[in-house]
């Protein structure tokens, strides 16, 4: 027999008989839905947890710290030195190292504009390689990167840090947050601060902690110069939120200047170590750990939420396959009861000398077929779902009404959003396949026995 009379056999067959066919197909699209629908919920909380992630900072960075013996709840010999420095470069899948430092013993303020008008205390203050700032991925919102050790870099929001010395209490200060009608933070209509940082002279006042002499500490000030200012970034370090960023080499001079010893040798307060790509984040996090420093990064806690969404899919497919499981059983009772109502026209095929390769094909056609279609009915049906869970999740059905636009987001979701179910390509392919092989799982029995009735009593079978 062609294939294309076996096909046509096939299709003659499961019309013949709509009503069982469209059941059997019907608990073979549950199923398969179920399936999809659970786990695409799961997919969903791991989009959930990669958005948050990234709200949070690189994932590419990894921090490092001097390390702890846990035992002895103590410090390591490992040293945050510039020997350390190099010895991170030299790890494979390396991109960039950054040390930074900061100034202990010091309350770190600014003054800008005319005669120090406008004042700011408690600001958070980092040395940094500056060297490295754009390999890093730091992005600069105005201005350069420090080309000089002389120059330094500010946090997108440091402006908003000072009060103005002149104005009453209440109206001597901008605030950078400002909520709009529903009660979130209008990012778009922040008013400007007093200054440019980039156009006022600031000045560095570093107070020493009190000592206990109750002798009043005298300020040292320091005249910045600065170039760029930083897009907020605070896995990259808070400095990058409101703070100041000054070479690592122009704070060794400084703190030699503060405390007049010329060799004290320098470790940093942490290093910032960034990996060539995600996938290489746990192997050099590795390597560093085997050098005796503690680590952490934003990867590693993603590994752990990925396996804990891992294990969700699993379950909620497994309560998906179940469904699947019943309609393995609808679909192997489907073709025995057929074969036993075809036992005549199995014998009459023989007698005209089909091969029992054609007849078994026919039957496993029928079996495949009835998946495959059961799970392109699924599949779509799937896509419905996901689309409507994910609109209300978007809060279309609460006055905003549904756009195109809402509607494309749900189903391939876009930049900031976050789908509540997400339909992956390889959940389709899936889905489809593994309809298809409980179809022809199903019907493999069924086909066998059919295959192995005698020509002679099945034509004399009524």
């Not at 980092?126 to 890093?136: P, R, Y």
Request: glycine residues 10%.
């Amino acid at each position: 027999m062609r294939f294309a009379d076996i096909l046509k056999m096939c299709f003659d067959s499961l019309s013949r008989r709509k009503g069982r066919t469209i059941l059997t197909v019907l608990g073979v699209f549950i199923g398969c839905t179920s399936i999809i629908v659970m786990v695409s919920i799961g997919a969903g909380m791991q989009e959930s947890y990669d958005q948050m992630l990234k709200n949070m900072g690189d994932l590419s960075i990894i921090e490092v710290y001097r390390g702890y013996n846990q035992s002895t709840g103590t410090q390591t010999e490992s040293k945050l030195d510039d020997k350390a420095v190099e010895s991170f470069h030299e790890i494979a899948g390396v991109k960039a190292v950054m040390p930074k430092a900061s100034l202990d013993g010091y309350n770190v303020g600014f003054k800008a504009g005319v005669n120090g008008r406008y004042t700011a205390d408690w600001v958070n203050f980092a040395g940094i390689d500056s060297s490295a700032l754009e390999d890093m991925g730091f992005e600069l919102m105005d201005g350069r990167y420090p080309e000089n050790s002389d120059e330094v870099i500010v946090g997108q929001y440091f402006a908003y840090n000072f009060t103005d010395t002149l104005m009453p209490d209440g109206r001597n200060y901008v605030d950078r947050y400002v909520w709009d009608e529903n009660g979130n933070i209008d990012t778009e209509n922040v008013p400007d601060p007093f200054f440019d940082p980039l156009k006022t002279s600031i000045t560095m006042v570093l107070t020493p902690y009190d000592d206990g002499t109750g002798t009043e500490p005298t300020p040292y000030e320091v005249e910045l110069k600065v170039v760029g200012v930083l897009k907020e970034d605070q896995g990259k370090g808070y400095e990058t939120s409101d703070g100041v960023m000054m070479d690592i080499n122009a704070l060794k001079a400084l703190i030699q200047d503060l405390t007049g010893k010329t060799d004290t040798k320098f470790e940093y307060s942490s290093i910032n170590v960034k990996a060539e790509s995600l996938d290489a984040v746990s192997d050099v996090e590795q390597s560093i750990k085997d050098l005796g420093y503690s680590t952490y990064s934003m990867q590693s806690m993603r590994d752990e939420l990925n396996k804990q969404t891992r294990q969700i899919e699993l379950m909620l497919g497994g309560l998906g396959a179940i469904s699947l499981l019943v309609a393995a059983i609808g679909i192997t009772n489907t073709m025995i009861m057929s074969i036993s109502e075809r036992t005549k026209e199995i014998g009459i095929m023989k007698a005209l000398g089909c091969y029992v390769r054609d007849i078994r094909a026919m039957f496993l056609m029928e079996a495949g077929s009835i998946g495959l279609l059961g799970g392109i009915l699924g599949l779509i049906f799937s896509f419905i779902i996901s689309v409507i869970i994910n609109l209300f999740s978007f809060g279309a059905f609460g006055g905003g009404g549904v756009t195109w636009e809402l509607i494309k987001q749900a189903l391939i979701g876009g930049e900031g959003v976050v789908r509540t179910s997400v339909i992956k390509p390889e959940l389709v392919i899936f889905a489809l396949v593994f309809s298809v092989l409980i179809g022809l799982v199903s019907g493999y029995q069924p086909a066998n026995k059919a295959v192995k009735i005698s020509a002679l009593e099945a034509i004399r079978n009524e």
